[in-house]
């Protein structure tokens, strides 16, 4: 495995867009293989995949089409168990999902009975569920009205971020497929994960918004800290929002190199370092810059 570093800075602070978790998560991958079944025989997925993921480090997969890289997304998810080898967070092996997970996919999976403000609110509604109905048995508590407005106010800054302000009462089917996917991508950050997941979140978005949301993200991740693990087949992308990049290879998939990038923030896409971060990423993955 390759491993290439650029030139150390210190990231510079950010204006968060609304308060989320202190800390992140430590997401270790250690020796992990995965198949699928396919017409009756094993299809090799991952091959002995190991890395690790600091408390709040940014790390970007990139890798051919189709070679794991989504797979192995799933399994930090918890949604779903490796073959061989351990997936693990804060050093407790991952066996199913968990709140302080949140995952964004490709697509949406919006509930097309609830407003886009429904669909974001459901991370608070479900805690506040849990909190009126606890596991003991007691009779339901009424929620304090302090929660209720820290809720709210999560909801309304979600909304802000994602630029759907306005059309918080619409339904799914009123939105465009870049809107659908705000949403989505609302719905996971107002429940303050530990460690945020994310599969290509920003591949529906024009071009515009997706630029934009980039910096945002950012912005939220520099003041909060959480562990970001990105897929995207964008480069450029991958080094303007990541701390570090993990190369794969066609599939079954192998780490075949880490890129450290050590830009400081906020970044600049025609910075020199960024460019240079590029062509190397590029030769990586086999193709001419």
């Not at 293989?33 to 997969?61: C, T, Y």
């Not at 918890?78 to 490709?106: E, M």
């Not at 897929?231 to 880490?258: G, K, M, Q, W, Y």
Request: proline fraction near 8%.
């Amino acid at each position: 495995m390759v491993s290439t570093q650029g030139i150390a800075q210190s990231p510079q602070s950010a204006q968060p867009a609304f308060k989320t978790a202190a800390s992140g998560a430590r997401i270790d991958v250690s020796d992990v293989s995965h198949r699928f079944s396919l017409h009756g025989a094993a299809l090799p997925v991952l091959d002995d995949v190991s890395f690790s993921v600091a408390p709040g480090e940014f790390v970007a997969l990139l890798g051919p089409s189709g070679c794991g890289k989504s797979t192995l997304l799933r399994l930090v998810a918890g949604l779903d168990v490796p073959a061989l080898g351990t997936v693990s967070s804060n050093g407790v092996a991952i066996r199913g999902p968990d709140p302080s997970r949140v995952v964004v996919f490709q697509d949406p999976t919006l509930y097309p009975w609830r407003t886009v403000r429904a669909n974001v609110g459901l991370g608070p509604e479900a805690q506040r569920r849990r909190r009126r109905f606890p596991w003991s048995g007691v009779r339901p508590v009424e929620p304090r009205p302090e929660g209720e407005r820290s809720a709210e106010q999560r909801i309304d800054a979600a909304l802000r971020l994602v630029g759907l302000t306005d059309f918080e009462a619409a339904y799914p089917h009123q939105l465009s497929g870049g809107m659908a996917q705000r949403v989505a991508l609302a719905r996971a950050l107002v429940n303050d994960p530990e460690l945020l997941v994310l599969d290509e979140p920003f591949g529906k978005l024009d071009s515009l918004t997706r630029l934009r949301m980039q910096g945002e993200l950012v912005k939220l991740w520099l003041d909060a800290r959480f562990s970001v693990l990105l897929v995207t087949h964008d480069v450029e992308e991958a080094l303007f929002l990541a701390n570090r990049v993990i190369v794969f290879s066609e599939r079954p998939a192998r780490v075949t190199a880490e890129v450290r990038n050590d830009a400081p923030y906020p970044r600049h896409r025609d910075d020199p370092k960024l460019v240079e971060l590029r062509r190397e990423v590029l030769a990586l993955l086999g193709l001419v810059a």
